[in-house]
C-alpha cells in the first residue's frame, strides 16, 4: 500500500525557516517524480514544487522561488520541502504528493497534509 | 500562465441527479488535464487524467471529456459520497495550476 506521511508542520514567525518531511512507503520511490501542493485555509489547491528521480530537475512556483527548496534522499524514501524567509501567505496545509504514472503530470498518492502556520 | 476557469463554483444537486461541472483553460492543453475530489479536511482524490481516463478504483458513473480549451466531469447519477469539492488542473506545462474548486452541494 502506497503510504506518504509528512511531518514538520507548526507555528513559524514572519522571516522565520521550517522545513517539512514526507515519508515514502510501498513504491519504489527511487522511480518516482515527487511534489509538494499547499492550500490555504478555505481556498484552492497550489502546486509549489517538483523533483524528478535523481533529484537533479526541480521546479518552483514563481511565489516560492529564492525562498523554499526541494529535495530529497531516496535512500531514505524521503522528501523534504526547506521553507526560508516565511510569509504570512504561506500559511497552508502542505501536501506531498507522487506523480502518476510515467511522470505524467498529475499527482495519484497524496499525504494527509501538514500544517504550516505563520504567524507573530 | 496558462489560467484554468472552473464553472459553477457552487452546484446544489440531488441524489440521482446527472450534473456536470466546466473547466476552461486560457490556452491550449491538449488533453493534459486531470480532475480531482476533495472532501473537508482530506487530501485530494484523483479521478480523471488525460482528460478522459478513470483513475483505478473511480465508480463508472464519473467520466470527463474534452481537450483543447474547455472541459467536462460529468457524474451520471449522484451518490451521497460525492458531495465533494472537485478540481480541475492542466498540466501541458509549468506552473502547474488548478481551478479555483466547484463545491458540490445536497439540495
Known amino acids: 500500500e502506497v503510504q506518504l506521511v509528512e511531518s514538520g508542520g507548526g507555528l513559524v514567525q514572519p522571516g522565520g525557516s521550517l522545513r517539512l518531511s514526507c515519508a515514502a512507503s510501498?513504491?519504489?520511490?527511487?522511480?518516482?517524480?515527487m511534489l509538494w501542493v499547499r492550500q490555504a485555509p478555505g481556498k484552492g489547491l497550489e502546486w509549489v514544487a517538483n523533483?524528478?528521480?535523481?533529484?537533479?530537475?526541480?521546479y518552483y512556483v514563481d511565489s516560492v522561488k529564492g525562498r523554499f527548496t526541494i529535495s530529497r534522499d531516496n535512500a531514505k524514501n524521503s522528501l523534504y520541502l526547506q521553507m526560508n524567509s516565511l510569509r504570512a501567505e504561506d500559511t497552508a496545509v502542505y501536501y506531498c504528493?507522487?506523480?502518476?504514472?510515467?511522470?505524467?503530470?498529475?499527482?495519484?498518492?497524496w499525504g494527509q497534509g501538514a500544517l504550516v502556520t505563520v504567524s507573530s | 500562465d496558462i489560467q484554468m476557469t472552473q464553472s459553477p463554483s457552487t452546484l446544489s444537486a440531488s441524489i440521482g441527479d446527472r450534473v456536470s461541472i466546466t473547466c476552461r483553460a486560457s490556452q491550449s492543453i491538449d488533453s493534459w488535464l486531470a480532475w480531482y475530489q476533495q472532501k473537508p479536511g482530506r487530501a485530494p482524490k484523483v479521478l480523471i487524467y488525460k482528460a478522459s481516463t478513470l483513475e483505478s478504483g473511480v465508480p463508472t458513473r464519473f467520466s470527463g471529456s474534452g481537450s483543447g480549451t474547455e472541459f467536462t466531469l460529468t457524474i451520471s447519477s449522484l451518490q451521497p459520497d460525492d458531495f465533494a469539492t472537485y478540481y480541475c488542473q492542466q498540466y501541458k506545462g509549468y506552473p502547474y495550476i488548478f481551478g479555483q474548486g466547484t463545491k458540490l452541494e445536497i439540495k
Open positions: 510501498g513504491f519504489t520511490f527511487s522511480s518516482c517524480w
Open positions: 523533483i524528478n528521480q535523481n533529484g537533479r530537475e526541480k
Open positions: 504528493a507522487r506523480h502518476g504514472l510515467a511522470a505524467a503530470g498529475f499527482f495519484d498518492y
